[in-house]
């Protein structure tokens, strides 16, 4: 089989890309490395990945690229550093972003909140994954 050598970019669908914009660069300190105005905002994501925030209405109509869109709530998982993990707490809630569970895994703990389009977003402090 051909190999497979990691995950270059993911993807959530939001309504306001100026809010999300704002939400991801301001309390997740994302870098933005690409914005279309009605469509979408793209994000770096430490070293060699990238977040995609599109407007599912936009990129439901196709164009350039083939149509795709999703609706209701997503999820994705950020790591972070073991020792960061109360500060993180810290800066979510002072910036007025509800921590909703924070979960102990055998191998790393994670913090569980929302964006502003209610996605449900993951600090982890390791990779919980097996091998």
């Not at 999300?20 to 279309?36: H, M, N, P, T, W």
Request: aromatic share 10%; with cysteine.
């Amino acid at each position: 089989m051909p190999t497979l050598t990691g995950l270059l970019e993911t993807c959530i669908y939001v309504q306001d890309l100026d809010r999300s914009e704002a939400f991801y660069q301001d309390v997740l300190g994302l870098k933005v490395i690409g914005r279309d105005t009605d469509r979408d905002v793209f994000f770096r994501v430490g070293p060699g990945s990238v977040l995609l925030a599109f407007r599912a209405e936009a990129t439901l109509q196709g164009g350039m690229l083939p149509p795709h869109g999703a609706t209701g709530e997503s999820h994705l998982a950020l790591t972070i550093p073991p020792d960061e993990l109360t500060s993180w707490k810290d800066h979510l809630t002072g910036h007025g972003v509800e921590v909703e569970l924070e979960f102990k895994w055998p191998r790393g703990t994670s913090l569980y909140f929302r964006d502003p389009d209610r996605n449900l977003l993951e600090l982890v402090t390791a990779d919980i994954w097996p091998d």
